[in-house]
């Protein structure tokens, strides 16, 4: 089964075929023969950083809603992926980050969505829950609540991050998280 149903140029049924030239079954259109192409969506976040704690945010909005999270949230077209990251910090929390540096790349195949986080330090302690907040704080790693994380990939996040703090240097980090396992790639 496609991801839609009928085409968006002239609203005929949609078909799934494999296009001449093509390696695999897409969504194309049983009269006009436009090709309907979908790729995974990009998620771009941060961790901020205050001395020894972490900025969380706890989402107002689905999925998860109550559950805390780190600043993050879909690439826009026409933006960065630091810029998309900073603005997510600044929606969801009104956090200004400095500094920032690359730091995880998540596939999540499963749900076409990739996730790059970046890490860096907040410029100051001037922030607020967001619009689709419902609060904001800074935590230490051991008041971090593991049972209320929102996402999988926030979890490991989190984890790599302390991870590394704890040794003392960040690595950059690139895994394929599926709902039952994890797989870290060496470089």
Known sequence: ???INFCTQCGSEIKQEIPQGDDRERDVCSKCGFIHYFNPRLVVGTIPIWEDRILLVRRAI????GKWTLPAGYLEN???VLDGALRETREEAHARIENLKSFALFNMTQI???YYMFYGQL???DFKAGSESLEVKLVREKDIPWDD???KVI????????EDRSKGSFDYHMEDIFF???IKYRS
């Open 123 to 125: 410029s100051d302690t």
């Open 112 to 114: 076409n969505q990739i």
């Open 1 to 3: 089964m496609g991801l």
């Open 149 to 151: 994380i929102a996402f």
């Open 62 to 65: 689905e999925p998860c809603y």
């Open 155 to 162: 979890r490991i996040t989190l984890e790599r991050f302390f």
């Open 78 to 80: 026409g933006e960065s």
């Open 180 to 182: 039952e396992r994890s």
